[in-house]
C-alpha cells in the first residue's frame, strides 16, 4: 500500500521560505511516477502547486513558478517542496500526491497525504 | 494556461440520480479526473480517464466527457456521499502542467 507523509514546519514566517518534505513508503519514487504538491487554503479549493517526475523534471504552476522548487532525494525515498516569500496568502493546508498517467489523455492523484497546515504569520 | 469552471452547490434528494459538472477549454483534448473531499480529510479519486473508477469507490460513481465539458453522475446518491467535488485536468497549452475546477459542494437531502 502506497502511502505519503507530509512533514515540515507549521508556522512560517512572511518573507521567509516554506519547506516541506513528503516521505513516501509501500513504493520506490525511482521507479516511476510524477509526484505532486498541492494545497487549500483556508475554506478554500485546490490549487496544484507543481509535480517532479521520477526522472527529476520539473513542472511548476504558473503562477507560483517564480518562488517553487520541487525536488526529489530518491536515497531517502522522499521528496520536497521549498516556496520562497511566503506571505498571508500562502497559509494552508499543503498536500502532496502521486499522480498516475494513464495515457496521454489521462491522469489521476491516486494516492494523497493527510496533508499539514502551514501558517505564514509573524 | 487554463482554467475549469464548476458549480459552488449542487444538491440532490436521498436517493436520486445528480450530475456535477465541470468547463473548460482543455477538457476538450484531456479527460477530467474528480475528486470527492469531506471536512477535514484529504482528497480522494473517484473518476479518471473516460470513466474509470479506482478500486474500493462504488459503481454509482461515474464519469463522462463532451466538448469542453466533463461530467461526474452519482446515480442514487448517499447521505455518505455529500462532500465537496472537484475537477481536474492537464492545462491546455500541450505542457505538463495541471489544474483544478473551484469545487462544488454537493448536499444530499
Known amino acids: 500500500q502506497v502511502q505519503l507523509q507530509e512533514s515540515g514546519p507549521g508556522l512560517v514566517k512572511p518573507s521567509e521560505t516554506l519547506s516541506l518534505t513528503c516521505a513516501v513508503s509501500g513504493y520506490s519514487i525511482s521507479s516511476g511516477y510524477y509526484w505532486g504538491w498541492i494545497r487549500q487554503p483556508p475554506g478554500k479549493g485546490l490549487e496544484w502547486i507543481g509535480s517532479i517526475y521520477h526522472s527529476g523534471s520539473t513542472y511548476y504552476n504558473p503562477s507560483l513558478k517564480s518562488r517553487v522548487t520541487i525536488s526529489v532525494d530518491t536515497s531517502k525515498n522522499q521528496f520536497s517542496l521549498k516556496l520562497s516569500s511566503v506571505t498571508a496568502a500562502d497559509t494552508a493546508v499543503y498536500y502532496c500526491a502521486r499522480l498516475t498517467v494513464t495515457s496521454p489523455y489521462s491522469d489521476g492523484f491516486d494516492y494523497w497525504g493527510q496533508g499539514t497546515l502551514v501558517t505564514v504569520s509573524s | 494556461s487554463s482554467e475549469l469552471t464548476q458549480d459552488p452547490a449542487v444538491s440532490v434528494a436521498l436517493g436520486q440520480t445528480v450530475r456535477i459538472t465541470c468547463q473548460g477549454d482543455?477538457?476538450?483534448?484531456?479527460?477530467a479526473s474528480w475528486y470527492q473531499q469531506k471536512p477535514g480529510q484529504a482528497p480522494v479519486l473517484v473518476i479518471y480517464?473516460?470513466?474509470n473508477r479506482p478500486s474500493g469507490i462504488p459503481d454509482r460513481f461515474s464519469g463522462s466527457s463532451s466538448g469542453n465539458t466533463a461530467s461526474l453522475t452519482i446515480t442514487g446518491a448517499q447521505a455518505e456521499d455529500e462532500a465537496d467535488y472537484y475537477c481536474n485536468s492537464r492545462d491546455s497549452s500541450g505542457n505538463p502542467l495541471w489544474v483544478f475546477g473551484g469545487g462544488t459542494k454537493l448536499t444530499v437531502l
Open positions: 480517464g473516460k470513466n
Open positions: 482543455s477538457l476538450r483534448s484531456y479527460y
